[in-house]
């Protein structure tokens, strides 16, 4: 019965949010995610710490301000969930206000060999997805939510511009290897710790990080081109700018090693057009090659 009560606080909460303009959810975001920082709550710890292992460059003065900064950011991207979900997808599709493609997408696609469109966790990825799901045949790994009863719920609003979703495993893998023979568009979130068999160590802001094959494993079986993409909050409540990046050439070789520090690379060349707004809460260190790490220890 709790945990009934709790899914439908959720689902309702959501729905309340959908109907605030933009806005007002960013603005209450910004004050969430101000309180969270001056309760030192976990989610400000460990942005705090990465912010301090990636950036040694800044004096503590200046990766505090930047922590809090992020803080907020993420609680506006939190929010902002339940305008990405619910509201009216011409209403959604709208906060696109800019597309900053550095190279030919299109021309890309028409090689035939499909296009693996890496996301990094930053500005908001919801949005993102639905944008690329308006213009391309797109397909993404779905991994369901901890609680069951929210599956349905997550999954027809993520999918609910045509995106294919496909479950986290090996049947779900080949249904992405499949999407890129027909030519199609392949997003992949590149920057949360795999599991140790399907992923090996490279440098992340100079820092040894566990960090997925997947993507290497992708092009170098299809011959797949290769993008980076974020959709950048905008100031003021005016929207999102999507940009997408070409990836370094790097990132082809057959080298393991060397495919994967480049994915890394442009993930990087990703957040420095937004740094605060990189999920920095995420724990990205927690292990190192022989062992786990004791950054998060607080």
Not at 5 to 31: C, D, E, M, N, S
Not at 239 to 252: M, S
């Amino acid at each position: 019965m709790a945990n009934k009560l709790k899914i439908t606080l959720i689902k309702l909460f959501a729905h309340i949010i959908a109907l605030l303009p933009l806005p007002v959810i960013q603005w209450l975001g910004g004050l969430l995610g101000a309180c969270l920082w001056h309760k030192k709550s976990a989610s400000a710890c460990i942005t705090k710490k990465n912010i301090e292992l990636c950036f040694p460059q800044l004096s503590a003065t200046e990766q505090d301000a930047l922590a809090k900064r992020s803080v907020k950011e993420m609680m506006k991207t939190v929010l902002e969930v339940g305008k990405a979900w619910l509201a009216p997808m011409p209403v959604v599709l709208g906060y696109t206000r800019k597309v900053t493609e550095e190279l030919d997408v299109d021309a890309a696609l028409a090689r035939g060999k499909g296009l693996v469109l890496v996301a990094p966790h930053l500005g908001n990825w919801e949005i993102l997805g639905h944008y690329l799901a308006d213009r391309f045949q797109f397909n993404a790994l779905y991994q369901p939510p901890k609680m069951a009863e929210l599956d349905a719920f997550v999954f027809e609003a993520r999918g609910r511009v045509g995106t294919t979703l496909h479950p986290t495993d090996r049947r779900g893998i080949s249904g992405l290897f499949k999407a890129l023979r027909d030519g199609e568009v392949v997003g992949v979130l590149p920057d949360m710790e795999p599991p140790e068999e399907a992923g090996i160590y490279a440098p992340f802001f100079g820092i040894d990080a566990l960090s997925m094959t997947l993507v290497s494993k992708l092009v170098q079986k299809t011959g797949a081109t290769v993008v980076f993409a974020y959709a950048k909050r905008l100031p003021s409540g005016k929207g999102f700018e999507v940009v997408i990046k070409p990836a370094d050439t790097d990132i082809y070789s057959d080298d393991m090693a060397t495919s994967v520090a480049a994915l890394n690379r442009g993930v990087e060349t990703c957040v420095e057009g937004a740094i605060e707004q990189y999920q920095w809460e995420y724990k990205r260190f927690k292990h190192k090659p022989g062992g786990k790490t004791r950054y998060y220890k607080f």
